[in-house]
């Protein structure tokens, strides 16, 4: 158990919906990851908080939105769903942004848009 | 561009029969190279991070060492339970993690 919680474990929606996913990161942990895997794309870095301050962007569709909270759980907002979208999504928190500080993934959530 | 090359994509090995992952990479500025173990349906979980040339960390069965332009997960005598994905990431300045595509490895007994 990595100490980050993720949920729903499965969410099955429809297309042009809206879903938002939760994360709980590591006790200690002020740097919340997330990030998104599909089959053919590998794992893809889509935003980076750190204590409540988006810290950095990747791959991010303008439909995704994120925030951190002051309690420091993370959630990652997907509007205007699209077939596409069907993926795992993982959160990663680490102690400190950048560096070279490990980050440790929760067990994910798998979007299945239908 | 930075990028994170893995081989083979897939690798089968018999119970005990020793192999080695690859892992290039082309980074400007690395800050440290990662390894990690991922399940079906689960979430990586980490298992060495290398920072330098020539640095080598073992973890049972497992090596993981560190070039200038690739790293090598050496696995020996390999289990059934050893079966996973390996993924290996770069970690580029402050806060950019790229992660390769994966070696699928299948241990038959």
């Known amino acids: 158990d990595s100490g980050v919680t993720q949920t729903p474990k499965h969410l099955i929606t429809a297309t042009g919906q809206r879903v938002t996913l939760r994360c709980s990161p590591r006790s200690g942990d002020l740097s919340v990851y997330w990030y998104q895997q599909s089959l053919d794309q590998g794992l893809q870095f889509l935003i980076q908080?750190?204590?409540?301050?988006?810290?950095a962007k990747g791959n991010i569709l303008e439909r995704f939105s994120a925030q951190q909270f002051p309690d420091l759980h993370s959630e990652l907002n997907l509007s205007s769903l699209e077939l596409g979208d069907s993926a795992l999504y993982f959160c990663?928190?680490?102690?400190?942004?950048?560096?070279?500080?490990?980050?440790?993934f929760g067990a994910g959530t798998r979007l299945s848009v239908l | 561009e930075d990028q994170v090359t893995q081989s083979p994509e897939a690798l089968r090995l018999q119970e005990g029969e020793s192999s080695s992952l690859n892992c290039s990479y082309t980074?400007?500025?690395?800050?440290?190279l990662f390894w990690y173990r991922q399940d079906p349906g689960k979430g990586p979980e980490f298992l060495f991070t290398?920072?330098?040339a020539g640095e080598e960390k073992e973890k049972e069965r497992l090596k993981a060492t560190l070039t200038k332009k690739e790293s090598f997960l050496h696995i020996t005598a390999p289990k059934p339970e050893d079966s996973a994905t390996y993924l290996c990431a770069v970690q580029v300045g402050n806060n950019d993690m790229r992660f390769g595509a994966g070696t699928r490895l299948t241990v038959k007994p």
């Open positions: 290398l920072y330098s």
């Open positions: 990663a928190s680490s102690v400190a942004p950048g560096g070279t500080n490990i980050q440790y």
């Open positions: 908080y750190y204590n409540g301050e988006e810290r």
């Open positions: 980074v400007s500025g690395l800050r440290g």
